[in-house]
């Protein structure tokens, strides 16, 4: 196994490349120049000498290679530049803005998991039964509801029409339990279950398709053969492997699961990376558009690592193979 | 999406402490007045909610954020503040005389002015003020904005090293301290030198300058001498802050306040479930707000105007847009009054000139001036040499004339706004585009930086929001930044600037120290920006305030932040 | 805006055909029969008919603003009302779906030839040129349709249907497109292909007249879920107000116009049609993709 990771995190490298590459290519056709975003400043009286200055001293009048590595060492210092819109450090802000994204983000994850797996199996288990059309169609149903929509209606209901929950933000100000446990969860629930819901159904439909590939499989007309309970039969041996397309799924859609933060947290007043980039986006705050699109990235290639990681874990051909 | 009131943070036309209940000749109103009985009960929290997120920086002035500012003004309050009648009533100050030659003012300290923790505002947090105004930290290094409040004191025309004082201001008593300016000023003190906030020396008089921005300070301010103390920051949502026990007007009632971030889509929702106190709506949702259980819905006026520039030295249409006629067209071609049934609702009027109709100092002439008249317009444009060929107008050099308009992003009423000129102006044939909206601090930063005329943008559809004095100081001048930043009119050959740079000055001369001199003086300049429509003014809309009914004693205002003032007057029922 | 396609991967078990009829016709009838996927057809044929030909519907005009009508409820004149801009919304409505099925059929149509080139070239070739177009695609994965959306508005500083219909063509195939080539490498070692190989048949005929037709099913699930996931984001995109100009009519700008809590609860006249069309198209592709798959590997419906 661990050969396999180390194997796989020295294949990220060339595609890392390529990815710092494409940005360092689209920081360039950006108004103004690689210098110019990381310090750009426009309030700066007097730019246009300082503009020459800092030119001749970082060498960019230097070829596009030679600019992109003193780039590529600034990111790998973890210097991303300062955002003129926020007047901070790109990098300090996008360590304030993550943690709130990825708690968003898992915190869906683990909803669409544990809800729509046992749901797919069960359907699987049972199909063409009741529960299997019922729900079959519900399914279909939430996944043509876009999630903003989704948004919008449990806010309505869960907030405003039963104040129930809180419409916005990650803590309640002014309380003495503000920030614990209860009060971060009680706000994570209705932006969780929007970006969810859309996807709970692909997945259920995605759980439920692969058990029943599975459950006619030899192993398990075997297992039947020899007697094991039909509970048993479903968890030990159907759920691990009807899960396998479950994971690479998962690879694929968490760029999916990032862009659907962008807009969910714009309506819940999310602080995360999504705010982060729309407000860089309107401001035309370059060096931030870069920092989180590059973050984006990164981000993704990280999540399909685990999802590698997960199906090699789940599959061991992968790993050998 | 950000929904955002654009307003102007950074110029010279904001007043910080801003505190007007605005009821003078008739315009405002407040919801019913405290009673004046000792039945007001204390205690409680209110959400008040802000569209789009603050900036972060909590050191006060140091951001250029309106909601910054606006947090920072519950903090920290000012010299001096206005009553009703826009007169210049104590604050932190409470006595203050001329000298004969009316170069200095002498200012003493209210004794029971007091920071929140309990000790004494002294003339040397005064000081401390003004010298981190004067700064070159705060002025070059940080980029503050405010320096203009204190330009004006003899020897901080440019910035001094940090911690210099300068010439002009004179440490007299720990309770006693005068500010000189090098001759006569009428405006200096309204318009300027009364916004200035004192700060605490002993929480900042330890830490350099320059460290101030990444001190821990900058992140929660720990004490201030306003109503309400900030004790903590969420960064992107909410600032939570706490009653001051020793405020200079007394305890406020309410215990916490709380400003929240909260989408416009969802901000009435939080009305509605009472999860908001207080916050700004949209016209078109009047009627539905008032007749929700527990809510009600304050008319404030608005101190401020929306307008559309245009871009004097574009390098594309800069010729045109610097005609004369071509402006005048604009005007005439517009129908304001019809923008404001649409989109104000009625609640609003035409803006005529350099300041809103329901300011003190408006020049009534100016009412109807520029009455919607595309006939007028087509024969303006006509006679300036803007030919039509394919149903499209040419600039007189006949080549394709198609401006661009930019917006500021957030507000949707921009939006609506924008799509409205462009009807009006494509209906005298001039073919205008409408570019994608940007963030308000990105047009005007873009526009500082344009003095090649290079940058995209060529017309712009802004809002200014002006401050109590009418003060043109700091934005129409030929040697204000401001000016050049966002239309360039003053940079122009055009003479009328010479006398728009005379009337600015006359009107605070030794001789303005007379209201009616001084009144005549602002008449004749709001005339000539009339004619000269350096920009093209539009509408005075009025702002919109919903709260929750059982919050007594708010204070409506056109010129507070938030369009609701005296946040210490305010007390919450059961 | 996901794409369950995995489980179809392992769905396609390819099928020889009966005698008789061709596979495509046999598909067709299977297909016919489904009532879900008839259904899903009749209201996707009739939104676009309604969209194409929106003119015949209303003779407002979408994009041209009335300022002495604005805010306006049900009227005779205005069947759902006008919006703060004066814009017809029944106009609205049946032009707003232009903007949503041409960025969603931009997405099929990419998704149809890259996946089909790629995964035609990559999993009959295989080796070095497999290699690299594939980590090409893992690049390309790396960045998410709203962020790319995001920094190309800025770079470009517009906003216009071209600019998403760009993006859409940047970010939809490399999913799909790794998916053909899963089939593909499947195919390779199917029994036919290797038997084509071994009398000499030539690498071209044997993508296109035998791996093509047996990847085709594959495919149509992929372009039907391509074109459903597009539809829903690019209504997300135009409710952050980053979509398309607001003179341009999508249903998603609609609801963003009427998304505050006293729009919804006071006025559904005004924001239920565009949701209603929105989820409809979705609904309607789905049960379409669900149908042709079903039709073209029967072994799926067990």
Known sequence: ?321 | MQKRTVMMSAAAVLSLSALLAGCSSGIGGSSAAAPRHAAIPNGGTIVQAIPTKFGANMIPLLDSSYYTAWIDSYQFDSLLQFDQKDNLIGDLVNKWWYSNDRKTIFFHINPKAKWSNGKPVTSADVKLGVDWLTSKTYVNTDQGSYEYLVQNIVGASNPLPDGQTPAGFKVISPSEFSMSMASPDAAVLPSMWSSIQPLPVSVLGKVPMKDWKSSVFNKVFPIGSGPFIMTSVNEGQSVTMKANPYYLFGKPHIEYNIFKVISPDTVDGGLASGQVQVAQIHAKDYASVKKMPGLGVGVVPNNGFRYLGWRLNNSVYGKEFSNLKFRQAVEYAIDRNAIVAAIDKGFGAPENGPLPPINHWYNKALNGAYAYSPAKANALLNAAGFRIKNGWRTTPDGKPFTPTITYASGDANLTTMATFIQQFLQAVHINVKINPPLDFNTIINDLSNDANGKQPIQGFLLAWSLSNDPDPRGLWRASDNLNSASIDWTNTKDPAVKLNDQLIHLQHTAAAFDISYRQNILNRWQTLLSQQMPENFLTNDARLVAYNTKLKGVVFSPYAYGYVGFPNRWYLTK | MSTDISNKRLATVQRRPAKGKSPFRLAMERFMRNPLAMTGTVILFMIIIVTVFAPWFTHWSPSTPDIFNTDSGPTAAHLLGTDGTGYDNLARVLYGGRVDLTVAFAAALMTMVLGTVYGGVAGYFGGWIDNLLMRFVDVMLNFPFISLVLALEAIFNTSSEWVLIMVVGLTSWPAPARMMRGVFLQLREQDYVVGAQTIGASRIRIIFRHMLPNSLSMLIVLVSLSVASYVGLDAALSFLGLGVPPSTPSWGGILNTYSDYVSLATKPYAWMPPVIMIVLTILSVNFIGDGLRDAFDPQSRS
């Open chain 1, 1 to 321: 196994m661990a050969t396999y990771i180390i194997r796989r995190l020295l294949g990220l490298i060339p595609t890392l490349f390529v990815i710092t590459v494409i940005v360092f290519l689209m920081m360039h056709a950006m108004p103004g120049n690689a210098f110019e975003s990381l310090v750009f400043n426009p309030k700066i009286k007097n730019a246009d000498a300082l503009y020459k200055h800092l030119l001749a001293q970082n060498g960019l009048n230097q070829s596009l290679p030679v600019q992109y590595i003193h780039w590529l060492g600034n990111i790998l210092q973890g210097n991303l530049g300062n955002s003129w819109s926020m007047q901070a450090p790109v990098s300090q802000l996008i360590a304030t803005y993550l943690p709130n994204t990825l708690l968003l983000a898992i915190s869906a994850e683990v909803i669409i998991l544990i809800i729509s797996i046992p749901i797919g199996l069960y359907q699987a288990n049972k199909v063409n039964g009741s529960f299997d059309v019922v729900s079959s169609f519900i399914a279909v149903f939430l996944y043509s509801i876009p999630s903003f929509v989704f948004a919008l209606l449990l806010l309505f209901f869960f907030s405003f029409s039963l104040p129930w929950l809180p419409q916005s933000g990650t803590v309640t100000p002014a309380v003495s339990w503000s920030g614990d446990f209860g009060d971060r969860f009680q706000h994570l629930i209705l932006p969780a279950l929007a970006l969810a819901l859309p996807q709970l159904a692909s997945y259920t439909r995605l759980t439920r398709g692969n058990t029943l590939q599975v459950i006619v499989a030899d192993f398990v007309r075997t297992a039947r053969a020899k007697g094991l309970r039909s509970r048993r039969i479903l968890f030990r041996h159907v759920l691990r492997n009807g899960i396998i397309p479950v994971i690479t799924q998962f690879g694929f859609d968490i760029g999916n699961l990032f862009s659907g933060a962008v807009i969910i947290e714009n309506i819940f007043t999310w602080p995360g990376m999504g705010q982060l980039s729309i407000s860089a986006t309107i401001s035309r705050d370059y060096p931030l558009i870069l920092g989180t699109t590059l973050l984006f990235a990164v981000m993704v290639l990280i999540g399909n690592l685990i999802a590698d990681i997960l199906l090699a874990a789940a599959d061991p051909r992968i790993r050998l193979g």
